[in-house]
C-alpha cells in the first residue's frame, strides 16, 4: 500500500504544488472577504474601521487577479479548504466576541488582522517563487502586484497600531 501511494506522490510536481497553493489562498482570500466587514463594524476607531474596508475592496482586486492566474493555467478558479487561515480568522472572531466595547479590541483586531497578512505574505512568497521557478511571467507580476498590497496593509496596520490603538488600550484598562 505504500508503495502505490509512493509511486502517486512522485508523479505530482512543482505545477501541482503552485496549483494547490493557488487553491489554498484562494479560498483564504474569500474567507478574508467574509470576515473583513464584521472586523470593520466591530472595530470602535474609525481609522481601524476603515482599513478593513479599504483592505476588503483591494481583497476584490486580488481575488481577480488569482483568477486571472487560474486562467493563465487553464484551471477554474477554485478553492482548498486552508485550515490555517480559518484558525486565524476564529481568533480574529474570539476577539470580536471577548473584547466587543473593552478598549483594547481596535488593538486586537489589528493584530488579529497582521496575523491574515502575515500568512498572506507568506503564501504570495512562495507562488511567486514557484511562478518564478516554472517560467509564468504573467502569473508572477499578477501575484506580485498583491504582494506588495499585502505588505502596505500590513506597514498601515503597524501603524495604526503604533499610532493610538494599543496606547488607548492601556491608557483606558489602566
Sequence with gaps: MATTRKSTASTKGLEDLFLDGLKDIYYAEKKILKALPKMAKGAEDEKVSAAFQKHREETEGQVERLEQVFEILGKAARGKTCPAIDGIIEEGSE???????????????????????????????????????????????????????????DKALTSLGQGGVNQKATREAA
Excluded: C, F, N
Design 95 to 153: 476577539v470580536l466576541e471577548e473584547y466587543d466595547g473593552s478598549p483594547a479590541i481596535d488593538a486586537g483586531l489589528v493584530a488579529a488582522a497582521q496575523a491574515v497578512e502575515h500568512y498572506e505574505m507568506a503564501r504570495y512568497g512562495t507562488l511567486i517563487a514557484w511562478a518564478e521557478q516554472l517560467g509564468m511571467k504573467d502569473a508572477v507580476r499578477l501575484l506580485q502586484q498583491t504582494l506588495k498590497e499585502e505588505e502596505a496593509t
